[in-house]
């Protein structure tokens, strides 16, 4: 996954970053429906889609502090 992220230009890259970030907020149900809808497939590739997939399905890393998040 981090391959293939790396092989975006790097616009594309900050875009489906964003996208993962803001999916992650999200429940896993509601995830996959916005990742499916018009709104994304007009502005990400398949390819982007499937990475933001694979992303929002990984464990989220703690905190660098060692404390979840407030």
């Known amino acids: ?3 293939r992220m ?4 790097p ?3 900050r875009m489906v970053s964003n ?8 429940p896993p149900g509601q995830r996959e429906q916005i990742i ?10 398949p390819e982007e889609r499937d990475i933001m997939r694979g992303a929002t399905r990984l464990p989220l890393a703690p905190p ?4 979840p998040e407030e």
């Open 1 to 3: 996954l981090f391959g």
């Open 64 to 67: 660098e502090n060692g404390r």
């Open 6 to 9: 790396q092989q975006l230009p």
């Open 11 to 13: 616009d594309r890259r």
């Open 19 to 26: 996208a993962i970030r803001d999916l992650r907020a999200m």
């Open 36 to 45: 499916d809808s018009n709104r994304f497939r007009s502005v990400f590739s």
